[in-house]
Protein backbone atom coordinates (compact mmCIF):
# COMPACT_ATOMS: atom_id res chain seq x y z
CA UNK A 1 0.00 0.00 0.00
CA UNK A 2 1.16 3.02 -1.04
CA UNK A 3 1.78 5.96 2.12
CA UNK A 4 0.20 8.78 2.51
CA UNK A 5 2.95 11.75 1.89
CA UNK A 6 2.90 15.17 2.95
CA UNK A 7 5.25 18.19 1.46
CA UNK A 8 7.32 20.94 3.13
CA UNK A 9 10.12 22.98 2.10
CA UNK A 10 11.94 22.56 5.93
CA UNK A 11 11.18 18.79 7.79
CA UNK A 12 13.12 19.00 11.14
CA UNK A 13 13.40 15.66 12.54
CA UNK A 14 13.57 16.34 16.93
CA UNK A 15 12.02 18.79 19.15
CA UNK A 16 15.03 19.45 20.97
CA UNK A 17 16.81 22.96 21.49
CA UNK A 18 18.56 23.01 17.88
CA UNK A 19 15.41 21.63 15.92
CA UNK A 20 12.90 24.01 17.56
CA UNK A 21 16.28 27.13 17.02
CA UNK A 22 15.93 26.06 13.55
CA UNK A 23 12.23 26.22 12.98
CA UNK A 24 11.52 29.83 14.86
CA UNK A 25 14.50 30.90 13.11
CA UNK A 26 13.23 29.94 9.37
CA UNK A 27 9.67 31.59 11.07
CA UNK A 28 11.40 34.63 11.93
CA UNK A 29 13.33 34.86 8.08
CA UNK A 30 9.85 34.64 6.37
CA UNK A 31 8.46 37.27 8.36
CA UNK A 32 11.35 39.67 8.08
CA UNK A 33 11.60 38.81 3.92
CA UNK A 34 7.45 38.46 3.63
CA UNK A 35 8.00 34.69 2.55
CA UNK A 36 6.15 31.30 3.22
CA UNK A 37 7.90 28.67 3.96
CA UNK A 38 6.44 25.15 4.82
CA UNK A 39 8.06 23.74 8.39
CA UNK A 40 7.51 20.41 10.37
CA UNK A 41 8.75 19.13 13.21
CA UNK A 42 8.23 15.78 14.16
CA UNK A 43 9.33 14.50 17.51
CA UNK A 44 9.00 10.71 19.03
CA UNK A 45 8.02 11.62 22.59
CA UNK A 46 4.84 12.03 23.94
CA UNK A 47 4.84 15.15 23.51
CA UNK A 48 7.34 17.96 23.11
CA UNK A 49 10.21 17.84 26.10
CA UNK A 50 8.81 14.04 27.17
CA UNK A 51 12.42 13.01 26.03
CA UNK A 52 14.35 16.10 26.58
CA UNK A 53 16.49 15.53 29.89
CA UNK A 54 19.64 17.94 31.09
CA UNK A 55 21.28 18.88 33.69
CA UNK A 56 20.71 21.84 32.94
CA UNK A 57 22.78 25.36 33.72
CA UNK A 58 22.30 27.38 30.26
CA UNK A 59 23.88 30.11 29.31
CA UNK A 60 21.70 32.31 27.20
CA UNK A 61 23.74 33.52 23.96
CA UNK A 62 22.33 31.24 21.32
CA UNK A 63 18.39 32.32 22.68
CA UNK A 64 19.66 35.91 23.18
CA UNK A 65 19.96 35.74 19.76
CA UNK A 66 16.99 34.01 18.69
CA UNK A 67 14.31 35.29 20.89
CA UNK A 68 15.99 38.82 22.72
CA UNK A 69 12.66 39.37 24.95
CA UNK A 70 12.59 36.03 25.75
CA UNK A 71 11.95 37.92 29.63
CA UNK A 72 9.49 39.34 28.40
CA UNK A 73 7.82 36.47 26.57
CA UNK A 74 7.65 34.56 29.49
CA UNK A 75 10.79 31.91 29.02
CA UNK A 76 10.65 29.61 31.94
CA UNK A 77 14.21 30.99 32.84
CA UNK A 78 14.21 32.18 36.20
CA UNK A 79 16.82 31.04 38.81
CA UNK A 80 20.02 33.17 38.05
CA UNK A 81 23.66 31.10 39.31
CA UNK A 82 24.26 32.70 42.57
CA UNK A 83 27.40 30.64 43.96
CA UNK A 84 29.67 27.87 42.70
CA UNK A 85 31.58 25.26 44.14
CA UNK A 86 33.69 22.50 42.41
CA UNK A 87 34.90 20.01 45.00
CA UNK A 88 37.38 17.42 44.57
CA UNK A 89 36.24 14.41 47.08
CA UNK A 90 37.79 11.64 48.66
CA UNK A 91 35.52 8.85 50.52
CA UNK A 92 34.85 10.64 53.85
CA UNK A 93 35.93 14.21 52.67
CA UNK A 94 37.37 16.26 49.87
CA UNK A 95 38.05 19.71 49.08
CA UNK A 96 36.72 22.71 48.18
CA UNK A 97 38.47 24.10 44.72
CA UNK A 98 39.09 27.86 45.22
CA UNK A 99 36.55 29.36 42.58
CA UNK A 100 39.44 32.04 41.28
CA UNK A 101 41.92 29.42 40.05
CA UNK A 102 38.94 28.01 37.98
CA UNK A 103 39.33 28.13 34.07
CA UNK A 104 36.37 30.47 32.10
CA UNK A 105 35.14 27.55 31.02
CA UNK A 106 33.73 25.92 34.26
CA UNK A 107 32.46 29.86 35.75
CA UNK A 108 28.68 30.20 35.52
CA UNK A 109 28.14 33.72 36.09
CA UNK A 110 24.87 35.28 34.49
CA UNK A 111 23.89 31.55 33.79
CA UNK A 112 20.55 30.08 34.86
CA UNK A 113 19.93 26.74 36.23
CA UNK A 114 17.04 25.49 34.31
CA UNK A 115 14.66 22.59 33.33
CA UNK A 116 15.81 22.25 29.47
CA UNK A 117 12.68 20.46 28.91
CA UNK A 118 10.29 23.27 30.30
CA UNK A 119 12.64 25.10 28.21
CA UNK A 120 11.56 23.17 24.74
CA UNK A 121 7.98 23.19 25.54
CA UNK A 122 8.45 27.11 25.80
CA UNK A 123 10.38 26.87 22.67
CA UNK A 124 7.29 24.36 21.12
CA UNK A 125 4.55 27.09 21.73
CA UNK A 126 6.83 30.20 19.91
CA UNK A 127 7.07 27.89 17.00
CA UNK A 128 3.43 26.75 16.70
CA UNK A 129 2.23 30.58 17.25
CA UNK A 130 4.74 31.56 14.28
CA UNK A 131 3.39 28.66 11.63
CA UNK A 132 5.49 25.83 12.18
CA UNK A 133 3.71 22.30 12.68
CA UNK A 134 4.52 19.55 15.36
CA UNK A 135 3.91 16.62 15.46
CA UNK A 136 5.03 14.87 18.28
CA UNK A 137 4.45 10.77 19.16
CA UNK A 138 5.42 10.58 15.54
CA UNK A 139 8.97 8.86 15.56
CA UNK A 140 11.42 9.02 12.17
CA UNK A 141 12.12 5.23 11.46
CA UNK A 142 13.41 5.89 7.84
CA UNK A 143 15.33 7.87 5.44
CA UNK A 144 13.66 8.57 2.10
CA UNK A 145 16.31 8.77 -0.84
CA UNK A 146 15.61 10.45 -4.55
CA UNK A 147 16.88 8.05 -7.38
CA UNK A 148 20.64 10.60 -6.86
CA UNK A 149 20.94 9.24 -3.63
CA UNK A 150 19.78 12.55 -1.83
CA UNK A 151 17.46 12.89 1.01
CA UNK A 152 14.17 12.96 0.15
CA UNK A 153 12.95 13.15 3.55
CA UNK A 154 11.65 10.68 6.51
CA UNK A 155 9.03 8.01 6.89
CA UNK A 156 7.36 7.91 10.12
CA UNK A 157 7.22 4.34 12.03
CA UNK A 158 3.73 1.99 11.34
CA UNK A 159 2.01 2.27 14.36
CA UNK A 160 0.16 -1.17 15.44
CA UNK A 161 2.35 -3.73 14.01
CA UNK A 162 2.56 -6.70 16.67
CA UNK A 163 5.65 -8.59 17.98
CA UNK A 164 5.11 -11.54 15.90
CA UNK A 165 5.41 -8.38 13.14
CA UNK A 166 1.61 -8.43 11.84
CA UNK A 167 -0.60 -5.69 11.47
CA UNK A 168 -2.15 -5.52 14.41
CA UNK A 169 -6.53 -4.45 14.78
CA UNK A 170 -4.79 -0.33 15.55
CA UNK A 171 -2.47 -0.46 12.86
CA UNK A 172 -2.19 2.85 11.07
CA UNK A 173 0.73 3.17 8.50
CA UNK A 174 3.70 5.53 8.96
CA UNK A 175 3.79 9.13 7.00
CA UNK A 176 5.85 9.96 4.54
CA UNK A 177 7.03 13.52 5.17
CA UNK A 178 9.10 15.32 2.44
CA UNK A 179 11.23 18.40 2.15
CA UNK A 180 13.45 20.33 -0.17
CA UNK A 181 15.64 20.44 3.21
CA UNK A 182 15.58 17.73 5.76
CA UNK A 183 17.19 18.87 9.44
CA UNK A 184 18.03 15.40 11.49
CA UNK A 185 18.69 16.77 15.15
CA UNK A 186 17.75 13.57 16.94
CA UNK A 187 20.25 14.02 19.65
CA UNK A 188 23.06 12.16 20.55
CA UNK A 189 23.60 8.77 18.82
CA UNK A 190 20.53 9.44 16.21
CA UNK A 191 19.77 6.86 14.94
CA UNK A 192 18.82 8.06 11.42
CA UNK A 193 21.96 10.61 12.16
CA UNK A 194 24.60 6.80 11.97
CA UNK A 195 22.77 5.79 8.96
CA UNK A 196 23.37 9.00 7.06
CA UNK A 197 26.87 9.59 8.65
CA UNK A 198 27.27 5.91 6.94
CA UNK A 199 25.85 6.32 4.20
CA UNK A 200 27.50 9.47 2.96
CA UNK A 201 31.11 9.21 4.73
CA UNK A 202 30.30 12.01 7.15
CA UNK A 203 32.68 10.97 9.76
CA UNK A 204 35.48 10.03 7.17
CA UNK A 205 38.78 11.81 8.54
CA UNK A 206 37.38 12.22 12.26
CA UNK A 207 37.90 11.28 15.14
CA UNK A 208 35.34 8.98 16.51
CA UNK A 209 33.17 10.29 18.92
CA UNK A 210 33.38 9.19 22.26
CA UNK A 211 30.44 9.55 25.27
CA UNK A 212 29.05 9.58 28.60
CA UNK A 213 26.09 8.37 30.14
CA UNK A 214 24.42 10.97 32.27
CA UNK A 215 22.22 10.04 35.22
CA UNK A 216 19.88 12.76 36.80
CA UNK A 217 17.14 12.81 39.94
CA UNK A 218 15.01 15.64 40.39
CA UNK A 219 14.38 15.90 44.40
CA UNK A 220 12.27 18.20 46.35
CA UNK A 221 14.14 18.99 49.81
CA UNK A 222 13.38 20.70 53.05
CA UNK A 223 13.07 24.63 52.50
CA UNK A 224 16.15 25.30 55.12
CA UNK A 225 18.78 23.32 52.80
CA UNK A 226 17.82 25.37 49.47
CA UNK A 227 19.96 27.92 48.15
CA UNK A 228 18.55 28.95 44.64
CA UNK A 229 20.60 29.62 42.30
CA UNK A 230 23.72 27.33 43.93
CA UNK A 231 25.85 25.12 41.36
CA UNK A 232 27.96 22.42 42.77
CA UNK A 233 29.94 20.17 40.62
CA UNK A 234 32.49 17.62 41.91
CA UNK A 235 35.18 15.12 40.60
CA UNK A 236 36.69 12.04 42.41
CA UNK A 237 35.17 9.66 44.86
CA UNK A 238 33.59 7.16 44.17
CA UNK A 239 35.32 6.75 40.61
CA UNK A 240 38.79 5.26 40.13
CA UNK A 241 41.15 7.85 39.21
CA UNK A 242 41.38 6.07 35.36
CA UNK A 243 37.88 6.63 34.99
CA UNK A 244 36.59 10.04 33.78
CA UNK A 245 33.66 11.64 35.63
CA UNK A 246 31.69 13.99 37.80
CA UNK A 247 28.84 15.08 39.60
CA UNK A 248 26.31 18.37 39.23
CA UNK A 249 24.20 19.32 41.95
CA UNK A 250 21.79 22.25 40.59
CA UNK A 251 19.49 24.32 43.14
CA UNK A 252 16.58 25.33 40.69
CA UNK A 253 13.08 27.40 42.54
CA UNK A 254 10.46 25.73 44.22
CA UNK A 255 13.16 23.54 46.67
CA UNK A 256 13.32 21.34 43.74
CA UNK A 257 17.13 20.38 43.26
CA UNK A 258 18.39 18.54 40.57
CA UNK A 259 21.52 15.99 41.43
CA UNK A 260 23.05 14.25 38.36
CA UNK A 261 25.88 12.09 37.81
CA UNK A 262 28.45 11.36 34.67
CA UNK A 263 30.70 8.79 33.97
CA UNK A 264 32.58 8.39 30.57
CA UNK A 265 31.89 5.46 28.65
CA UNK A 266 35.67 4.71 27.61
CA UNK A 267 35.79 3.15 31.18
CA UNK A 268 37.22 -0.08 31.12
CA UNK A 269 36.03 -2.11 34.07
CA UNK A 270 33.30 -4.07 32.52
CA UNK A 271 32.10 -4.69 36.40
CA UNK A 272 31.61 -0.65 36.74
CA UNK A 273 28.10 0.30 37.09
CA UNK A 274 27.53 4.11 36.20
CA UNK A 275 24.33 3.88 38.07
CA UNK A 276 25.09 2.00 41.18
CA UNK A 277 28.48 4.63 41.04
CA UNK A 278 25.89 7.84 40.96
CA UNK A 279 23.85 6.15 43.91
CA UNK A 280 27.01 5.54 45.79
CA UNK A 281 27.16 9.10 45.09
CA UNK A 282 24.77 10.61 47.05
CA UNK A 283 25.81 8.86 50.28
CA UNK A 284 28.84 11.29 50.67
CA UNK A 285 28.73 13.62 53.63
CA UNK A 286 28.87 16.60 51.52
CA UNK A 287 25.97 15.36 49.40
CA UNK A 288 23.62 14.02 51.22
CA UNK A 289 23.21 16.84 53.62
CA UNK A 290 21.09 18.17 50.79
CA UNK A 291 19.02 15.16 50.23
CA UNK A 292 18.69 13.71 53.81
CA UNK A 293 14.53 14.36 54.20
CA UNK A 294 13.88 14.93 51.06
CA UNK A 295 12.16 12.76 48.50
CA UNK A 296 13.17 12.44 44.69
CA UNK A 297 10.31 12.94 42.60
CA UNK A 298 11.46 12.03 39.13
CA UNK A 299 14.71 10.06 37.34
CA UNK A 300 16.46 9.87 34.10
CA UNK A 301 19.14 9.08 32.11
CA UNK A 302 20.94 10.04 28.82
CA UNK A 303 23.85 9.61 26.96
CA UNK A 304 25.86 12.50 26.07
CA UNK A 305 28.75 13.73 23.86
CA UNK A 306 31.86 14.34 24.90
CA UNK A 307 34.72 14.37 22.07
CA UNK A 308 34.55 17.99 20.73
CA UNK A 309 35.79 19.32 17.86
CA UNK A 310 38.21 16.39 16.57
CA UNK A 311 35.24 14.36 16.30
CA UNK A 312 32.27 16.44 14.58
CA UNK A 313 31.31 14.86 11.37
CA UNK A 314 30.76 16.38 8.18
CA UNK A 315 27.33 18.45 8.80
CA UNK A 316 25.81 18.38 5.37
CA UNK A 317 24.87 15.88 2.78
CA UNK A 318 22.89 16.06 -0.44
CA UNK A 319 19.15 16.68 0.57
CA UNK A 320 20.16 17.31 5.03
CA UNK A 321 22.34 18.55 7.69
CA UNK A 322 23.02 17.38 11.24
CA UNK A 323 22.28 19.95 13.66
CA UNK A 324 22.99 20.06 17.65
CA UNK A 325 23.90 17.49 19.85
CA UNK A 326 23.44 14.65 16.78
CA UNK A 327 26.45 16.14 15.23
CA UNK A 328 28.31 16.68 18.70
CA UNK A 329 28.18 20.63 19.49
CA UNK A 330 28.68 20.02 23.25
CA UNK A 331 30.97 21.24 24.90
CA UNK A 332 32.50 19.29 27.45
CA UNK A 333 34.26 21.73 29.72
CA UNK A 334 31.52 24.10 30.22
CA UNK A 335 28.87 20.84 30.81
CA UNK A 336 26.65 22.52 28.38
CA UNK A 337 25.45 22.02 24.89
CA UNK A 338 22.27 23.64 24.70
CA UNK A 339 23.60 26.89 23.61
CA UNK A 340 25.41 25.41 21.18
CA UNK A 341 22.82 23.39 19.59
CA UNK A 342 20.72 25.99 19.35
CA UNK A 343 22.93 27.97 17.54
CA UNK A 344 23.74 25.18 14.92
CA UNK A 345 20.21 25.15 14.26
CA UNK A 346 20.01 28.72 13.62
CA UNK A 347 22.66 28.74 11.14
CA UNK A 348 21.37 25.67 9.49
CA UNK A 349 17.74 27.48 9.15
CA UNK A 350 19.39 30.64 7.45
CA UNK A 351 21.35 28.56 5.09
CA UNK A 352 18.37 26.91 3.92
CA UNK A 353 16.58 29.70 3.67
CA UNK A 354 19.29 31.60 1.21
CA UNK A 355 19.06 28.77 -0.44
CA UNK A 356 15.34 28.67 -1.03
CA UNK A 357 14.73 31.84 -1.19
CA UNK A 358 17.44 31.76 -4.34
CA UNK A 359 15.69 28.76 -5.75
CA UNK A 360 16.95 25.91 -4.70
CA UNK A 361 15.61 22.61 -5.51
CA UNK A 362 15.20 19.09 -4.32
CA UNK A 363 18.69 17.15 -3.15
CA UNK A 364 20.67 20.27 -3.08
CA UNK A 365 23.78 20.04 -0.40
CA UNK A 366 23.55 23.31 2.03
CA UNK A 367 27.24 23.76 1.81
CA UNK A 368 26.69 27.40 3.03
CA UNK A 369 25.86 25.65 6.55
CA UNK A 370 28.92 23.98 6.75
CA UNK A 371 31.10 27.29 6.28
CA UNK A 372 28.76 29.72 8.12
CA UNK A 373 29.36 26.85 11.37
CA UNK A 374 33.25 27.28 10.96
CA UNK A 375 33.28 30.89 11.21
CA UNK A 376 30.60 30.97 14.31
CA UNK A 377 31.31 31.26 17.82
CA UNK A 378 30.29 27.86 18.24
CA UNK A 379 33.36 26.30 16.34
CA UNK A 380 35.67 28.91 17.99
CA UNK A 381 34.62 27.54 21.31
CA UNK A 382 34.98 24.21 20.62
CA UNK A 383 38.27 24.26 19.50
CA UNK A 384 39.04 26.34 22.75
CA UNK A 385 37.89 23.27 24.91
CA UNK A 386 38.77 20.63 22.29
CA UNK A 387 42.12 19.67 24.69
CA UNK A 388 40.20 19.20 27.98
CA UNK A 389 37.91 15.81 27.37
CA UNK A 390 41.09 13.62 25.93
CA UNK A 391 43.48 15.04 28.46
CA UNK A 392 41.57 12.78 31.35
CA UNK A 393 42.77 9.56 29.33
CA UNK A 394 46.28 9.91 31.82
CA UNK A 395 43.51 9.78 34.56
CA UNK A 396 42.82 12.76 37.01
CA UNK A 397 45.76 14.26 38.20
CA UNK A 398 47.19 14.50 34.82
CA UNK A 399 44.00 15.16 33.34
CA UNK A 400 43.49 18.20 36.08
CA UNK A 401 46.98 19.37 35.44
CA UNK A 402 47.10 19.61 31.52
CA UNK A 403 43.70 21.42 31.51
CA UNK A 404 44.87 23.74 33.68
CA UNK A 405 48.17 24.21 31.37
CA UNK A 406 45.34 24.50 28.25
CA UNK A 407 42.47 26.48 29.51
CA UNK A 408 44.55 28.35 32.06
CA UNK A 409 47.99 29.20 30.82
CA UNK A 410 47.56 28.71 26.92
CA UNK A 411 43.60 29.93 27.12
CA UNK A 412 42.20 27.23 24.63
CA UNK A 413 44.87 28.22 22.07
CA UNK A 414 47.54 25.54 22.39
CA UNK A 415 49.41 25.17 19.66
CA UNK A 416 48.37 20.99 19.55
CA UNK A 417 45.24 18.66 19.32
CA UNK A 418 45.04 15.73 21.64
CA UNK A 419 43.89 12.43 20.38
CA UNK A 420 40.97 10.49 21.64
CA UNK A 421 42.25 7.62 20.02
CA UNK A 422 39.47 4.71 20.73
CA UNK A 423 36.04 4.15 20.49
CA UNK A 424 34.36 3.62 24.00
CA UNK A 425 33.36 0.44 22.76
CA UNK A 426 37.15 -0.99 22.16
CA UNK A 427 37.93 0.20 25.55
CA UNK A 428 35.86 -2.18 27.63
CA UNK A 429 38.55 -4.94 28.81
CA UNK A 430 37.84 -8.82 29.52
CA UNK A 431 36.48 -9.52 33.03
CA UNK A 432 39.42 -11.73 33.70
CA UNK A 433 41.26 -8.48 34.25
CA UNK A 434 39.60 -6.92 37.14
CA UNK A 435 37.49 -7.85 40.67
CA UNK A 436 33.56 -7.31 40.88
CA UNK A 437 32.59 -4.40 42.12
CA UNK A 438 30.48 -4.62 45.68
CA UNK A 439 27.75 -2.03 45.32
CA UNK A 440 25.93 -1.53 48.58
CA UNK A 441 21.96 -2.48 48.72
CA UNK A 442 20.00 0.29 48.17
CA UNK A 443 18.23 1.82 51.32
CA UNK A 444 14.91 3.54 49.37
CA UNK A 445 14.98 6.11 51.19
CA UNK A 446 18.63 8.20 49.45
CA UNK A 447 19.82 5.59 47.75
CA UNK A 448 17.24 3.09 44.84
CA UNK A 449 17.23 0.17 42.63
CA UNK A 450 17.34 0.90 39.28
CA UNK A 451 13.71 -0.09 38.70
CA UNK A 452 12.59 1.17 41.29
CA UNK A 453 13.54 4.36 39.86
CA UNK A 454 12.96 3.74 36.14
CA UNK A 455 9.17 3.99 37.31
CA UNK A 456 9.91 7.51 38.82
CA UNK A 457 10.75 8.76 34.50
CA UNK A 458 7.20 8.40 33.31
CA UNK A 459 8.54 5.45 30.66
CA UNK A 460 6.07 3.40 29.10
CA UNK A 461 5.59 1.55 25.55
CA UNK A 462 3.11 -0.44 24.04
CA UNK A 463 3.97 -3.71 25.00
CA UNK A 464 2.83 -5.50 21.97
CA UNK A 465 5.49 -4.28 19.42
CA UNK A 466 8.30 -5.58 18.15
CA UNK A 467 11.68 -4.95 20.43
CA UNK A 468 13.06 -1.95 19.30
CA UNK A 469 16.57 -3.21 21.13
CA UNK A 470 17.53 -5.78 18.27
CA UNK A 471 20.15 -8.18 18.25
CA UNK A 472 22.80 -8.63 15.33
CA UNK A 473 23.51 -12.25 16.47
CA UNK A 474 21.72 -13.94 19.20
CA UNK A 475 24.62 -16.25 20.19
CA UNK A 476 26.90 -13.22 20.84
CA UNK A 477 25.65 -12.41 24.40
CA UNK A 478 26.38 -15.60 26.29
CA UNK A 479 29.54 -16.61 23.75
CA UNK A 480 31.14 -13.56 23.75
CA UNK A 481 29.88 -10.77 26.16
CA UNK A 482 29.27 -13.19 28.74
CA UNK A 483 32.03 -15.42 28.51
CA UNK A 484 34.69 -12.01 27.99
CA UNK A 485 33.27 -9.62 29.80
CA UNK A 486 30.71 -11.14 32.33
CA UNK A 487 27.86 -9.69 30.20
CA UNK A 488 28.68 -5.83 30.92
CA UNK A 489 25.25 -4.61 29.28
CA UNK A 490 23.46 -5.98 33.09
CA UNK A 491 25.36 -3.03 34.56
CA UNK A 492 26.24 -0.23 31.89
CA UNK A 493 22.25 -0.10 31.03
CA UNK A 494 20.72 2.52 33.66
CA UNK A 495 16.68 1.00 33.16
CA UNK A 496 17.89 -2.86 34.09
CA UNK A 497 16.92 -3.63 30.26
CA UNK A 498 19.49 -6.40 30.36
CA UNK A 499 19.26 -9.46 32.60
CA UNK A 500 21.23 -13.17 32.12
CA UNK A 501 19.08 -15.63 32.74
CA UNK A 502 19.60 -19.07 34.53
CA UNK A 503 18.01 -22.36 35.18
CA UNK A 504 17.64 -23.49 38.71
CA UNK A 505 20.94 -25.40 38.57
CA UNK A 506 23.06 -22.03 37.45
CA UNK A 507 23.04 -23.25 33.70
CA UNK A 508 21.48 -22.19 30.48
CA UNK A 509 22.80 -18.44 30.95
CA UNK A 510 20.56 -16.47 28.07
CA UNK A 511 19.89 -12.71 27.81
CA UNK A 512 16.34 -11.51 27.95
CA UNK A 513 15.99 -7.93 27.04
CA UNK A 514 13.11 -6.15 29.29
CA UNK A 515 12.61 -3.15 26.14
CA UNK A 516 9.35 -2.09 28.29
CA UNK A 517 12.02 -0.40 30.47
CA UNK A 518 14.19 1.32 27.93
CA UNK A 519 14.43 5.51 28.88
CA UNK A 520 16.21 5.68 25.57
CA UNK A 521 19.47 6.78 26.67
CA UNK A 522 21.10 4.77 23.84
CA UNK A 523 24.15 4.19 26.01
CA UNK A 524 23.60 -0.03 24.91
CA UNK A 525 24.24 1.22 21.53
CA UNK A 526 27.55 2.88 22.11
CA UNK A 527 29.23 0.83 25.27
CA UNK A 528 28.00 -3.01 23.71
CA UNK A 529 31.32 -4.46 23.59
CA UNK A 530 31.01 -6.42 19.78
CA UNK A 531 28.46 -3.91 18.79
CA UNK A 532 25.89 -6.73 18.25
CA UNK A 533 23.20 -3.99 19.93
CA UNK A 534 21.01 -2.61 17.39
CA UNK A 535 18.98 0.46 18.83
CA UNK A 536 16.02 1.07 16.36
CA UNK A 537 13.03 3.25 17.17
CA UNK A 538 9.70 2.17 18.67
CA UNK A 539 6.61 3.28 17.97
CA UNK A 540 6.38 7.02 18.28
CA UNK A 541 4.77 8.45 21.64
CA UNK A 542 6.79 5.56 23.36
CA UNK A 543 9.87 5.85 26.21
CA UNK A 544 9.96 8.27 29.03
CA UNK A 545 7.71 11.27 30.21
CA UNK A 546 9.83 13.49 31.98
CA UNK A 547 8.87 16.24 34.16
CA UNK A 548 10.88 19.53 34.83
CA UNK A 549 14.05 17.84 33.74
Not at 140 to 147: C, F, I, T, Y
Request: charge should be negative; glycine fraction near 12%; charged fraction near 20%.
Amino acid sequence: MERESMAYDVVIVGAGPSGLAAAIRLKQLCAENDVELGVCVIEKGSEVGAHILSGAVLETRALDELIPDWKDQGAPISTQVSEERFLFLSENGGFRFPNALLPGCLRNHGNYVISLGNLCRWLGEQAEAMGVEIYPGFAAAEVLRHEDGSVKGVATGDMGITKSGEQGPNYQQGVELHGKFTFFAEGCRGSLGGQLMEAYGLRDGVEPQTYGIGLKELWEIEPEKHRPGLVMHTAGWPLESNTYGGSFLYHLDDNQVSIGFVVGLDYPNPFLSPYEEFQRFKTHPKVRTFLEGGRRIAYGARAINEGGLQCLPKLTFPGGVLIGCEAGTLNMPKIKGTHTAMKSGMLAAEAAFEALSGGAGEGVELATYQDAFDASWVREELSAARNVRPSFKWGLLAGTLLTGIDQILFRGKAPWTLRHGHTDHDATKPAKDFQPIDYPKPDGVLTFDRLTNVSFSGTNHEEDQPAHLTLKDDTVPVAINLETYDAPEQRYCPAGVYEILRDDDGSNPRLQINAQNCVHCKTCDIKDPTQNIVWVVPEGGGGPNYPNM
